[in-house]
């Protein structure tokens, strides 16, 4: 097993859906996931400060895990924060998590598709660049969402959500137009696919909910495909070389950490940074 992880990054606990689908991909690679519990939610913070602040907390997260590939498993943080990473810390390969548009508008037969988002992607420059490069003869409807990635997280942590709420925070996606409907939903915040039985349950008609976590997943094995079996430096070496979990309040509850051991993670009792 190669000792040097995989890190993992997200404001909260939505990257666990990449995490899943990389321990398909790379089950002998080693993982630390990071939430940035701390400053979630990131849809509410001003973008500079956001920039500086991931920008920041990497430099301490890279120094202290050595990680072979750090995979940025969250679109707010990825449209804004992706190229600074890249350039402040270039010996490190980074992943990011973009919105699905263009496969999305390969695949949509009605030319309707919906761009389920938090208000933070949904507002940037990025998004809007992927749409017209991308899927310019499609109707690319972007709908921010205030809630989604909350209800989330609690539907995870306590097995209830209210589906009257998921199910407002959806009904903007769906759209009629000249006898058309929309027939892709692209799920652009990694909280979302958890709850979406939740949302194929109340959305008014099926449609393809399009979930980018095994593409994200591919796109970090590409990267490792020629990374040598290396143990990493002992200083730098995580207790007993478990898969491990990082929150950055350091205040993960009892319902958070037997979610993480459900994901195989030993959840660390102090942030190691």
């Not at 993992?8 to 002998?28: C, K, N, Q, Y």
């Not at 120094?63 to 350039?87: E, G, K, W, Y």
């Not at 109707?139 to 959500?161: I, K, P």
Request: a negative charge.
């Amino acid at each position: 097993m190669n000792r040097r992880p995989v890190l993992m990054f997200d404001s909260g606990i939505g990257g666990l859906t990449v995490l899943r689908e990389a321990r398909v991909l790379m089950p002998d690679r080693r993982f630390v996931y990071v939430a940035d519990d701390a400053a979630f939610p990131y849809g509410a913070w001003d973008e500079q400060a956001l920039n500086a602040h991931v920008v920041e907390l990497f430099g301490r997260l890279l120094a202290a895990h050595d990680p072979d590939v750090a995979v940025i498993a969250c679109n707010t943080a990825s449209t804004l924060v992706l190229s600074n990473l890249r350039s402040a810390y270039p010996d490190t390969p980074f992943v990011g998590t973009v919105p699905a548009i263009k496969p999305a508008a390969e695949r949509t037969a009605s030319g309707l598709v919906s761009v389920l988002a938090t208000p933070g992607t949904v507002k940037r420059q990025y998004t809007r660049d992927l749409i017209r490069e991308w899927a310019a003869r499609c109707h690319v409807r972007l709908v921010g969402s205030d809630r989604l990635a909350t209800l989330a997280e609690a539907y995870m942590r306590e097995g209830f959500v209210d589906e009257e709420a998921v199910r407002a925070e959806i009904e903007p996606c769906f759209v009629e137009q000249d006898g058309r409907r929309t027939d892709i939903v692209v799920l652009a915040c990694t909280h979302y696919p958890f709850l979406v039985n939740r949302m194929r349950k109340t959305a008014p008609w099926p449609v393809d909910w399009l979930d980018p976590a095994e593409a994200i997943a591919r796109r970090a094995l590409s990267l490792l495909a020629g990374s040598p079996a290396l143990a990493t430096r002992p200083d730098r070496l995580d207790p007993q070389g478990d898969d491990i979990a990082i929150f950055t309040s350091n205040a993960a509850d009892p319902a958070t950490r037997r979610l993480m051991q459900g994901f195989g993670l030993s959840v660390m009792e102090a942030m190691t940074v």
